[in-house]
């Protein structure tokens, strides 16, 4: 995989469905706020999502060009460091705000609040030109911020809230609109209505906001500007190209689920039906695809592909790993294979048998055929982790096997 490549298809108008981490078809959203002008959308948003707004994020005032927003909560360090680090060495010819969201949950547990306290104590010392005692990694980072003065801000938000995942990007979303609607009112002070509508009308067109997880590495140091080049010329919506680099599972089976979780998110690359971060779009799609549906699950892979349909998509590629984790996912479906290959009777081989029949009714002309997944299912169901991981390598290395 190229790091940093770029493609733009063309939008899938026919598609009204994405496959989720589950494998499972699911509908996307149907449309937000798009009857009325500026104004009266981002008055009707903002009554709507009143109690998603977070006043800090508001008031940092005019948003950036690009706005990156990296959701963490009780994250390793290393890995939050090195998300920031490929950030602040990005190369970006507009102004680029990185905001990391430090999201915790109500009545969360020690363990957790003592990291986040820690990841926030770290990155609020990169803000504190006073800061002395610092690692020289650290350092690093600060020196790399310092050298991009004027062109990078650095931010950190934490939150306690419901909802997870989909409950961060929610309050995300809304924070930015009201956050535009304030910059923008405040401008346009004793201006006439059509010169106020303009001016958020500019905003929401011109500003991408991109989340991107704390476990990733964009390689590529132009990558990010690439994509706002493309969210601006060509209305494109960003997703993820992703390159597995390691697993975080047992020794024994480490090699082949990576290779298995690779293949997961290739066969939906290859479908057209890929929603996974980093994630971007112009402020105006949050009100053209409305809220993110808290609650209901991958909410925040629906609100991102409702917004992909039939708009050109920017592939955005990085680098990344992945965690088991008891949370619906692709962490929870890395836990899930972990276990069935050990012996465990679960509904593992149900997420491939799911992608199977999205291929099975919707014949295309792809990287790969129904017949290499249904090969594939058959190695699944002996547990010999052998076979299995010949059939996976050798799909991962030259696509179809037919």
């Given at each position: 995989m190229k790091n940093g490549s770029c493609d733009v298809p063309n939008g899938n108008?026919?598609?009204?469905?994405?496959?989720?981490?589950?494998?499972?078809?699911?509908?996307?959203?149907?449309?937000?706020?798009?009857?009325?002008?500026?104004?009266?959308?981002?008055?009707?948003?903002?009554?709507?999502?009143?109690?998603?707004?977070?006043?800090?994020?508001?008031?940092?005032?005019?948003?950036?060009?690009?706005?990156?927003?990296?959701?963490?909560?009780?994250?390793?360090?290393?890995?939050?460091?090195?998300?920031?680090?490929?950030?602040?060495?990005?190369?970006?010819?507009?102004?680029?705000?990185?905001?990391?969201?430090?999201?915790?949950?109500?009545?969360?547990?020690?363990?957790?609040?003592?990291?986040?306290?820690?990841?926030?104590?770290?990155i609020c010392s990169l803000l504190n030109s006073t800061s002395e005692n610092m690692s020289s990694k650290v350092q690093r980072l600060r020196d790399a911020v310092s050298k991009k003065q004027g062109t990078i801000a650095l931010r950190c938000v934490r939150q306690v809230l419901a909802g997870g995942l989909a409950g961060v990007y929610q309050m995300v979303t809304a924070s930015w609109i009201a956050r535009v609607r304030a910059f923008c009112d405040e401008k346009a002070l004793g201006w006439q209505r059509p010169e106020k509508i303009a001016c958020i009308e500019q905003s929401l067109r011109e500003c991408m906001i991109l989340f991107c997880d704390d476990d990733m590495e964009i390689k590529d140091a132009r990558a990010v500007s690439k994509a706002y080049d493309q969210v601006v010329k060509n209305d494109a919506v960003v997703l993820g190209r992703l390159e597995i680099t390691r697993v975080e599972t047992a020794q024994e089976y480490r090699s082949v689920l990576r290779d298995l979780m690779q293949l997961f998110f290739d066969l939906k690359y290859d479908r057209g039906l890929n929603f996974l971060t980093p994630r971007g779009m112009r402020l105006q799609h949050i009100l053209s695809v409305g809220g993110v549906k808290v609650g209901q699950p991958f909410a925040d892979q629906i609100f991102f592909a409702s917004a992909a349909r039939s708009r050109a998509q920017f592939l955005l590629e990085a680098a990344t790993h992945i965690g088991e984790s008891d949370h619906p996912g692709n962490g929870n479906f890395l836990k899930k294979l972990r276990l069935y290959l050990e012996g465990e009777d679960n509904d593992a081989l149900e997420i491939f048998q799911n992608v199977l029949q999205r291929y099975q009714e919707d014949p295309h002309k792809g990287r790969y055929c129904a017949q290499d997944i249904e090969r594939l299912i058959v190695s699944l169901k002996t547990r010999d982790i052998q076979k299995i991981s010949s059939i996976t390598s050798k799909l991962l290395l030259s696509g179809s096997s037919l």
């Open positions: 108008d026919h598609q009204g469905y994405i496959i989720n981490c589950a494998g499972d078809k699911v509908p996307l959203a149907e449309e937000g706020f798009t009857a009325r002008c500026a104004i009266g959308n981002t008055d009707d948003y903002l009554k709507r999502f009143k109690d998603s707004v977070v006043p800090e994020i508001v008031s940092l005032g005019e948003p950036a060009p690009i706005s990156v927003v990296i959701p963490s909560c009780a994250s390793a360090e290393p890995g939050l460091f090195q998300t920031l680090m490929s950030l602040c060495l990005a190369e970006s010819s507009v102004p680029v705000e990185i905001l990391v969201f430090i999201n915790e949950p109500h009545h969360a547990p020690e363990h957790v609040k003592k990291i986040n306290d820690q990841n926030e104590k770290w």
